[in-house]
T-cell receptor, first 113, second 108 residues
Framework: ETGVTQTPRHLVMGMTNKKSLKCEQH?????MYWYKQSAKKPLELMFV???????ENNSVPSRFSPECPNSSHLFLHLHTLQPEDSALYLC????????????FGSGTRLTVV | QKEVEQNSGPLSVPEGAIASLNCTYS??????FFWYRQYSGKSPELIMF????GDKEDGRFTAQLNKASQYVSLLIRDSQPSDSATYLC????????FGTGTSLTVIP
């Protein structure tokens, strides 16, 4: 496998469920990100990890909980979500933070019912 | 509020024409700028980056940066139907801010 892989591709969950999104990168990058993409809105940065240390948390509600066990893997744990959390969740990686462009995964389309 | 703004379009150009996509940004401290292409139902794909004032060319794509005027543009020469996509502009320093994207349709 190459690039950035996200699973699952699609997820439907109830508001009381707990689920996790997984991201894995095979590029040897040191930084990983979670972004939320909603219709007609700019990509919203949620979390940044650099060398598996969290460096950014953009005022994300606590019902989203990230985990980065190593530089290649990133998880987003979800619990008691709201319907407005329905969106495309994109994982990305880059060689480092700052001047480097991102490689995005294919995303997880999340629907909260 | 640090923002990156783009005309959402849609922008339509005939095949073979030049497509011009524009982006402005509010943070004067922004140092790096990127253009991503996103096909419908797919994730964004990096196509160009620019750090210095002036033009940068890569094949049919030219990125232009003017830090004094705080704008970035992307020119696509000899536009092809396969260029039809949404183009996202991003800029920043330690953290990048994305625009909402410009939808481009190239008409055969």
């Amino acid at each position: 496998e190459t690039g950035v892989t996200q699973t699952p591709r699609h997820l439907v969950m109830g508001m009381t469920n707990k689920k996790s999104l997984k991201c894995e990168q095979h590029l040897g990058h040191n930084a990983m990100y979670w972004y939320k993409q909603s219709a007609k809105k700019p990509l919203e940065l949620m979390f940044v990890y650099n060398f598996k240390e969290q460096t950014e948390n953009n005022s994300v509600p606590s019902r989203f909980s990230p985990e980065c066990p190593n530089s290649s893997h990133l998880f987003l744990h979800l619990h008691t979500l709201q319907p407005e959390d329905s969106a495309l969740y994109l994982c990305a990686s880059s060689q480092g933070t700052g001047v480097y462009g991102y490689t995005f995964g294919s995303g997880t389309r999340l629907t909260v019912v | 509020q640090k923002e990156v703004e783009q005309n959402s379009g849609p922008l339509s150009v005939p095949e073979g024409a030049i497509a011009s996509l524009n982006c402005t940004y509010s943070d004067r401290g922004s140092q790096s700028f990127f253009w991503y292409r996103q096909y419908s139902g797919k994730s964004p794909e990096l196509i160009m980056f620019i750090y210095s004032n002036g033009d940068k060319e890569d094949g049919r794509f030219t990125a232009q940066l003017n830090k004094a005027s705080q704008y970035v543009s992307l020119l696509i020469r000899d536009s092809q139907p396969s260029d039809s996509a949404t183009y996202l502009c991003a800029g920043g320093g330690n953290q990048f801010y994305f625009g909402t994207g410009t939808s481009l349709t190239v008409i055969p």
